[in-house]
């Protein structure tokens, strides 16, 4: 099993930039593939990006060119660097891990864009 713990969502204006961190409870390096997904108020939850343990990446298509994910395992931490943002952008923002089998959530951070 594993806990995520994600930080430094918040308020960011249009073009600026914020940057998510998701602490895993164990080494990343035993973590199959891990990602962001967020979750806009009506809408359903969608994948932002992930990354596999061999640093493969995939984003989300409107998001491709301004967010950049990635995973250091000696910190067992992923990261999204958020630049450019958008209103649309507007969402809780969960970071998800999968072993084998199972998928884990973390708890969520708010992210909102003002214009």
């Known amino acids: 099993q594993v806990q995520l713990v994600e930080s430094g969502g918040g308020l960011g204006q249009a073009g600026g930039s914020l940057r998510l961190s998701c602490a895993a409870s164990r080494n990343t390096f035993y973590i199959g593939t891990m990602g962001w997904y967020r979750q806009a108020p009506g809408a359903q939850r969608e994948l932002v990006a992930d990354i596999t343990r061999t640093n493969n990446t995939n984003y989300e298509d409107s998001v491709k060119g301004r967010f950049t994910i990635s995973r250091d395992n000696a910190k067992n931490t992923v990261y999204l660097q958020m630049n450019d943002l958008r209103p649309e952008d507007t969402a809780v923002y969960y970071c998800?891990?999968?072993?084998?089998?199972?998928?884990?959530w973390g708890q969520g951070t708010q992210v909102t864009v003002s214009s």
């Open positions: 998800n891990a999968r072993i084998l089998s199972f998928t884990y």
